[in-house]
């Protein structure tokens, strides 16, 4: 009797730990910015991000990420750049209307953090990491990252010419608890 | 009055009409497309740009009279024609911030401000200056 008193107790502990450990989840706020820059007068900024945000500084084993930049949001500042950019010759728009990148794991690193995930953009999936912060204040907090991709790995155009292999993606995103 | 002061009485005036052109045609193309481009066009740069225009164009003017006065008039209406037109170069190439929505409306709204200027100074020409080469002459033989 007291054996299954014990186990009963165990097991609501138990249940009580993995409820605590769920991740927050965060709503993404509008002043999201998102730029890259692929040298010279290549770069801009992808106006709408959308996805869920599931983290927690405290347990990120249990931290998921799941965004999507749509293409057509895309801001050169130049209409003539824009259409290119947004051509099959480029991002195929039409095609492939959203950037993708699911996480698979989250760990700590230093003050920060690193996610690992699946990119998938023009078609193509691939896994990246890339180091992120998080700046918790109150119910809201701004996730920070600078990742790196070669637009040669995605098929992006042509090898070669006036735009870098490699892109700069800049994102800063305001969150809210939701 | 000299070629020179009447070259640039035309090109104030010019400027200033090109300029309310301008305007008008920006409130027009803001009103009905919901475009706008305010923060990159504003109404003291579109003046300014339509005047200096027209300032140049009479520097010009009165350069070709004195080179070729013969041939001024036929050659600066050509060049002047020929320059308003590569202008519209810049609208296309430029680059606006990137917190303003539809920069591919902008050369729709600026390129025609690109050619009020020639536009104003060829009307208001004749009141200004009068006819001041033979090439009239030379292509009704």
């Not at chain 1, 990252?145 to 490699?166: C, L, Q, S």
């Not at chain 2, 024609?81 to 990137?98: D, E, Q, R, Y």
Request: charged share 15%.
């Amino acid at each position: 009797m007291i054996r299954s008193y014990i186990l009963g107790a165990a097991l609501l502990i138990v249940l009580a730990v993995s409820a605590n450990a769920q991740a927050t989840t965060w709503q993404i706020g509008d002043k999201h910015t998102i730029r890259f820059d692929a040298g010279g007068e290549a770069g801009g900024i992808f106006k709408t991000l959308k996805g869920s945000i599931a983290f927690d500084g405290q347990s990120v084993q249990t931290a998921a990420f799941d965004l999507s930049i749509e293409v057509a949001s895309v801001n050169t500042g130049n209409g003539l750049m824009n259409t290119h950019l947004k051509s099959a010759e480029w991002l195929d728009a039409g095609k492939y209307p959203v950037v993708r990148f699911t996480s698979k794991k989250v760990t700590a690193s230093g003050s920060g953090f690193v996610v690992t995930g699946d990119l998938e953009m023009h078609g193509v999936k691939k896994e990246v990491s890339f180091p992120f912060s998080f700046q918790a204040k109150g119910n809201s907090g701004t996730f920070s990252a600078r990742i790196t991709v070669y637009r040669n790995d995605f098929h992006i155009g042509k090898p070669g010419g006036e735009v870098n292999d490699v892109i700069k993606i800049d994102l800063t995103v305001p969150v809210t608890k939701k | 009055m000299s070629i020179l002061k009447k070259a640039f009485s035309l090109a104030i005036v010019s400027g200033i009409l090109s300029g309310c052109a301008s305007l008008i045609y920006e409130k027009i193309y803001t009103s009905s497309l919901g475009a706008d481009f305010g923060k990159v066009v504003t109404p003291v740069g579109i003046f300014v740009a339509s005047i200096v225009g027209c300032l140049l164009a009479a520097v010009g003017f009165w350069l070709l009279q004195r080179m070729v006065p013969k041939y001024a008039e036929i050659i600066f209406n050509l060049l002047f024609s020929i320059l308003t037109f590569a202008t519209i170069i810049g609208p296309f190439a430029m680059k606006m911030p990137l917190d303003m929505n539809s920069p591919e409306l902008l050369p729709g709204m600026v390129t025609p401000m690109h050619f009020f200027p020639a536009l104003a100074w060829f009307t208001l020409r004749p009141i200004f200056i009068g006819h001041t080469g033979p090439y009239q002459k030379i292509f009704a033989h």
